[in-house]
């Protein structure tokens, strides 16, 4: 490797093989050795900046790896090379182990001088060697991660498209568009049934984002797992619940499925991914509710279920409006304070998410007579009982 050449620093960044050639770099390497540099001559060349250390760096290049491969095997040509953050000889050979693509030969401060000419102040970084690309601080990682190969070729045009094509996703929902992919119509049972998508066609579906490491999710999911029973014994098969899993890996993801009664998407499945991206879930779990027709219902189905349960289908913004109006109206019909025989103190009127009632030992939810000076809440149908006789 030659030293320092005052001349690169006038050739163009963009012409990234008259830089290499100007510092001095005679060779790149590959898997399965040097490649000299006219080898990526008429390529569509883009630089990767990463380290062996570095843990969103790892997490990161199975995404890119499955987007060069996917490429290429399009008949694209374009090639990656990396260049490397990595603070010694062995950190950078053990890192080129896990890359298809060439990369540029150890040398610390040859590194230095690209990382500084290119402005990279982040790894793992990925920039296009073209001016209408998208930049390191417009986040073309998050952008690779979310839309893989489809991201290409990485323009702001490009993610424009994408973001267009995912807001009539979400506005316009075709269920078999958003929950197939090309070779699987279909989706998976807890006891391996395949199930065409075809067949929830004049249901409300509910998008079901969880976990099994996650505890809220497989709480909720005990929730979801109720409404789901009670309303396929009571209004028979109006509801249909798919599991969007965003389990870390297979094991997890059959211990989670396994545990629900409804369907999934495959986990092997880049689908699953892209829904999450679509409806914009950045936590779980989350339930999402698309209607008979198609249309998207309630993004804060989860809500909806922990507030309401059964009671809150078909889980439309009108039918909890109505939920919330009789309850006011429950409200304003009970005393704001009362006495009961079996305790001592005033009791007021109170709203609670849920809490278990003291005379019968059942769990309910919204309106309970509490005290404020100890810990006793009571039905306001259990204090009708014992009190019969009393006047409010």
């Not at 690169?8 to 005679?26: N, R, W």
């Not at 790894?123 to 417009?138: G, K, R």
């Amino acid at each position: 490797m030659a030293g320092l050449n005052f001349e690169a620093e006038y050739v163009d960044s963009f012409d990234v093989l008259k830089v290499f050639a100007a510092e001095g770099v005679e060779f790149l390497l590959s898997c399965e050795g040097k490649v000299p540099l006219s080898d990526c001559n008429g390529k569509n060349i883009y630089l990767f900046f990463s380290a062996n250390w570095c843990r969103p760096c790892k997490v990161f290049i199975p995404h890119l790896v499955d987007l060069y491969e996917t490429l290429r095997k399009r008949g694209i040509s374009i090639e990656i090379i990396f260049i490397s953050f990595d603070r010694d000889e062995d950190g950078f050979k053990e890192h080129v182990k896990s890359m298809p693509w060439l990369a540029v030969p150890f040398d610390l401060n040859l590194h230095r001088r690209l990382i500084d000419r290119y402005r990279v102040d982040r790894i793992p970084s990925f920039i296009p060697l073209c001016s209408d690309a998208l930049t390191v601080e417009e986040n073309l990682i998050e952008l690779i991660e979310d839309y893989g190969s489809d991201a290409f070729p990485f323009t702001r045009k490009r993610h424009e498209e994408l973001k267009a094509i995912d807001k009539r996703k979400r506005e316009e929902v075709n269920l078999e568009e958003l929950l197939t992919r090309e070779g699987r119509n279909f989706l998976i049972s807890g006891d391996d049934r395949k199930v065409l998508v075809s067949e929830l066609a004049g249901k409300t579906v509910g998008l079901f984002f969880g976990a099994y490491w996650s505890p809220p999710c497989r709480a909720f999911a005990i929730q979801l797992a109720d409404v789901y029973k009670n309303l396929k014994d009571t209004k028979g098969h109006c509801l249909e619940i798919v599991l969007i899993s965003t389990d870390r890996d297979l094991k997890e993801f059959n211990l989670n499925r396994n545990s629900m009664p409804w369907l999934a998407i495959p986990y092997e499945d880049r689908t699953r991914h892209d829904i999450c991206r679509i409806f914009d879930i950045k936590k779980i779990p989350a339930l999402v509710f698309i209607g008979p027709d198609g249309k998207v219902i309630s993004l804060n189905g989860k809500f909806m279920v922990s507030s309401y349960g059964a009671e809150a289908f078909p889980f439309t913004e009108s039918r909890i409006k109505d939920l919330e109006a009789a309850l006011r109206k429950e409200g304003n019909a009970l005393p704001q304070h009362v006495e009961d025989v079996k305790h001592e103190h005033l009791l007021k009127l109170d709203m609670a998410k849920a809490y278990v009632c003291d005379s019968c030992k059942k769990q309910g939810k919204f309106w309970t007579f509490s005290c404020d000076v100890c810990d006793y809440d009571l039905h306001p149908s259990c204090l009708e009982k014992v009190n019969e006789d009393q006047s409010w």
